[in-house]
């Protein structure tokens, strides 16, 4: 298991940016590819980005592309939301995830069944 723990959500107002970090530890983190999802009031969890475990290859759903940006460090064990543009129905709490398997890398939209390692969420709240 890999224990994950997410920072950096915060107020801010539509138009602004912010970048969420998610630590790793427990296990080998540069193997898995990771994921970001977040989860509306009311709404279901929804997939919002995954990057391979390289690094290399990155996938965002369409509601956010153009305008987050997910990247990771593996010497830091940690992967990064930079999120611009932010509008208010960006308002959300924010999860990172890793993938159950090592060396696969998911393709299209990120599903949550295929993540077996959730930190405890951040709080993003967008005003208008």
């Known amino acids: 298991q890999v224990q994950l723990v997410e920072s950096g959500g915060g107020l801010v107002q539509a138009g602004g940016s912010l970048r969420l970090s998610c630590a790793a530890s427990?296990?080998?983190?540069?193997?898995?590819?990771m994921a970001w999802f977040r989860q509306a009031p009311g709404k279901e969890r929804e997939f919002v980005a995954h990057?391979?475990?390289?690094?290399?290859?990155?996938y965002y759903a369409d509601s956010v592309k153009g305008r987050f940006t997910i990247s990771r460090d593996n010497a830091k064990n940690t992967v990064y939301l930079q999120m611009n543009s932010l509008k208010p129905e960006d308002t959300a709490v924010y999860y990172c995830?890793?993938?159950?398997?090592?060396?696969?890398?998911?393709?299209?939209?990120?599903?949550?069944?295929?993540?077996?390692?959730w930190g405890q969420g951040t709080q993003v709240t967008v005003s208008s």
């Open positions: 427990g296990r080998t983190f540069r193997s898995y590819a």
């Open positions: 990057i391979s475990w390289g690094g290399g290859s990155t």
């Open positions: 995830a890793s993938h159950k398997n090592s060396w696969f890398n998911p393709m299209g939209v990120g599903r949550e069944a295929d993540f077996g390692s």
